[in-house]
Antibody, heavy 115, light 110 residues
Framework: QVQLVQSGAEVKKPGASVKVSCKAF????????MHWVRQAPGQGLEWMGI????????SYAQKLQGRVTMTRDTSTSTVYMELSSLRSEDTAVYYC????????WGQGTMVTVSS | QSVLTQPPSASGTPGQRVTISCSGS????????VNWYQQLPGTAPKLLIY???QRPSGVPDRFSGSKSGTSASLAISGLQSEDEADYYC???????????FGGGTKLTVL
């Protein structure tokens, strides 16, 4: 069964970093790009960036350049999204989503930034 | 302020046909495909329409998409109570070099 399983909820203090994982099941991991999307409480969807699991190349949203890093581990079919210098505005549910059409989504990971 | 513009709300009664619009520009909808997502409360979004008009397997044919110029629309016919959800459009933007979303439309089934 094709699915994406994300790591659990996180609570972080302002200025800290968070690393969220997304493990792929049921398909060839290196054949599909992976995106990260976030959704602040009560708000809409925001694209964060994309990673090519095959070669590892990335492209990030301008707004997050310098704070976000996406990596992958082909041995475990897992992609990671790390966000640094966290602020309260980064409080959101973070999703991984597969391929250009976002045809498969992870279940979401709640990240709360609070002092 | 979202790059793609959607009405914040829409409503209809069971059995009715409802359309949700999504307006963009030449750098996104005008030159790239549009996808639509349905998000039920407390759940991850689900792909509803891809490449402007295509339905993934399992999506009822009550849902249809269209695109003309720099705008796109999602139509839901035979409205059902379980269609009550938030709907988002998305497209690649060549100027921003990234995916842009609409602000979302909350559909209420009266």
């Amino acid at each position: 069964q094709v699915q994406l399983v994300q790591s659990g909820a996180e609570v972080k203090k302002p200025g800290a970093s968070v690393k969220v994982s997304c493990k792929a099941f049921g398909y060839t991991f290196t054949s599909y790009y992976m995106h990260w999307v976030r959704q602040a409480p009560g708000q809409g969807l925001e694209w964060m960036g994309i990673i090519d699991p095959s070669g590892g190349s990335t492209s990030y949203a301008q707004k997050l350049q310098g704070r976000v890093t996406m990596t992958r581990d082909t041995s475990t079919s897992t992609v990671y999204m790390e966000l640094s210098s966290l602020r309260s505005e980064d409080t959101a549910v973070y999703y991984c989503a597969r391929d250009r059409a976002f045809d498969i989504w992870g279940q979401g990971t709640m990240v709360t930034v609070s002092s | 302020q979202s790059v793609l513009t959607q009405p914040p709300s829409a409503s209809g009664t069971p059995g009715q046909r409802v359309t949700i619009s999504c307006s963009g520009s030449s750098s996104n909808i005008g030159s790239n495909a549009v996808n639509w997502y349905q998000q039920l409360p407390g759940t991850a979004p689900k792909l509803l329409i891809y490449s402007n008009t295509q339905r993934p397997s399992g999506v009822p044919d009550r849902f249809s998409g269209s695109k003309s110029g720099t705008s796109a629309s999602l139509a839901i016919s035979g409205l059902q109570s379980e269609d009550e959800a938030d709907y988002y459009c998305a497209s690649w933007d060549d100027s921003l070099n990234g995916v842009v979303f609409g602000g979302g439309t909350k559909l209420t089934v009266l």
